[in-house]
């Protein structure tokens, strides 16, 4: 490398067959945005693939879905956020309480590796 040049870290992508597989596991709202989110954020990719057999746990027979959160008084991009909407009917009570539980099992240590780029939230 001569003086003036910077090593870029190389782009990666999320692939068809990783697309494939976040289709079965969630529906996809404004997918587009969604794709091009995960594109820009792969790291987010293994946790989603993990996140349903730890949901499941807490929320057996739910849906899963996975939208945007975007902060309409950002200025930047950088804030928005995937979120993972978990689609229940439970009692609103339990749904938190199982909600608190899940994340004490598993979203706490799993947010980190997100980089805080995503959350879950009740539908």
Known sequence: MTVGQTSAAPRVSIDQTEIEQIEKLYTLRER?????????HPFLVPVLLEAPENIRDYFPDNSLILDMAIDPESSSPDDDKLVLLIATDIDADESVERLWELDNAWWLNAARRSEHKMFIDLE
Request: no cysteine; hydrophobic share 45%; proline share 0%.
């Open 32 to 40: 587009s945005e969604v794709l091009k989110f995960l594109d820009n």
